[in-house]
């Protein structure tokens, strides 16, 4: 089960990105954190954004034009 | 994980519509573990204002930006208005408020950022911003015009925030 959740429906590029760098910086290392997104462009730039920062994107799913990322905290 | 860590940025434009990409890619850039630069010049010295509600978007001149109603009916929101008006009606009064106008609508409709919002996600987040200082004398500036956290440089100022940066881009 995730420790934080983050609900970024509605939101567009890149404020996503943006809002889950600001939930990570709050957490600590190795906790879990649940995004919620709308945008579809955020499928893409998630990954980028792990790849990019070194958190550990642990699943991506998606259920009625919601995606749900769960991101490990590095 | 890339190697390089800074990123620097040069903002020459002042229309609303050009004041995005600017902070888009700064913010999200510090979001992506970069230190970033912006540094202010000409018109993009518009984007430091306190006041940031004059900017606009002039559809004079801009032949390539869609036009499409935020509002109506599906059929209407669907047709793109921009190729289909002659540029020569772009010039009558009051046409940049309107297009300013329709533009926000459309961006909030896509929860699209606010300029203001972003600017100020670019200063929580550290980004440094550099206006130039020629340009701010050129244009008859007064230093008070621009928000707090801005330095005031010049070009060679730049190039050292370049030192190092693998990302150095042009707006």
Known sequence: MADETLDASGLNCPLPILKTKKALSKMDSGKILDVISTDAGSVKDIEAFCNQTGNKLVSTAEEGGKYIFTIEKA | ?171
């Not at chain 2, 032949?63 to 921009?82: E, N, S, T």
């Not at chain 2, 289909?84 to 940049?96: G, M, Q, R």
């Open chain 2, 1 to 171: 994980m890339s190697e390089s860590k800074k990123m620097t940025i040069i903002a020459t434009k002042g229309t609303f519509d050009w004041a995005f990409p600017p902070f888009i890619i700064a913010s999200t850039g510090v979001a992506m573990d970069k230190e970033v630069t912006i540094f202010f010049t000409f018109y993009g010295l518009n984007l430091l204002l306190k006041d940031t509600s004059k900017l606009r978007v002039s559809p004079m001149g801009n032949p390539a930006m869609p036009m499409k109603m935020p509002m109506g009916p599906k059929w209407l929101q669907k047709i793109d208005f921009g190729p289909k008006i002659p540029n020569i009606l772009w010039s009558l009064p009051f046409t940049e408020h309107l297009a300013t106008y329709l533009m926000k609508k459309t961006m909030k409709k896509n929860g699209v950022a606010t300029l203001n919002e972003l600017r100020s996600m670019c200063q929580e987040f550290d980004v440094k911003f550099i206006a130039c200082e020629m340009t701010v004398d050129l244009f008859g500036y007064s230093k008070d015009d621009f928000i707090d956290g801005v330095e005031f440089a010049g070009a060679a100022t730049y190039f050292d925030e370049c030192d190092g940066s693998n990302h150095n881009l042009y707006m």
